[in-house]
């Protein structure tokens, strides 16, 4: 059973996703979502194959929270894989907020997590990966887009505005 504050912060998540799959339809990439709950479990999120998530926290804390596992509810004694752990059809995970995304291959993120290297963060429903996003931007892991919110430099994929309003 899930409380209110999981349907609140599903209800975020889903607002993000829809901002995600429009970013992704301007850049010419239509991405069609399943809307049944059976559906996200037996295949993903959608036909594309890429999981999207929020993380509303990661320029407070300096990392992105890369989930490996959850639970439905706090008082359930065990984690089940998800996020990059997830079985489905994803094999991109997006994750940023309404001003910046990183799009990282899903083997990228789990052959980060088996290094060892970063620490993991157990929280009462969820288990994630604490990835530091300056490596993330010094080391080209991922692609970066910073969304059309920032009129300054890069706006998608590494080009200017100006650039960006010649096409």
Excluded at 6 to 35: A, K, N
Excluded at 114 to 137: A, F, I, N, Q
Excluded at 143 to 152: N, S, V
Aim: charged content about 30%; some cysteine; overall charge negative.
């Amino acid at each position: 059973m899930h409380d209110k504050h999981f349907f609140d912060m599903l209800e975020v998540g889903l607002e993000y996703q829809d901002f995600v799959m429009t970013l992704f339809y301007e850049m010419g990439l239509s991405i069609h979502p399943y809307s049944s709950r059976s559906e996200q479990y037996k295949k993903g999120e959608n036909k594309a194959g890429i999981e999207i998530k929020h993380d509303r926290n990661f320029r407070k804390t300096g990392n992105l929270y890369i989930e490996i596992a959850e639970k439905s509810h706090a008082s359930n004694v065990s984690f089940v894989s998800s996020g990059i752990y997830r079985n489905d059809n994803s094999w991109l995970y997006v994750i940023g907020d309404y001003d910046e995304a990183f799009i990282f291959g899903k083997n990228v993120l789990k052959s980060l997590h088996v290094e060892g290297r970063y620490r993991v963060h157990v929280g009462d429903t969820s288990k994630g990966m604490l990835l530091p996003v300056e490596y993330v931007r010094k080391n080209d892991i991922a692609l970066r887009i910073l969304t059309p919110k920032k009129e300054e430099e890069c706006l998608l994929l590494g080009t200017t505005s100006s650039e960006q309003k010649k096409d």
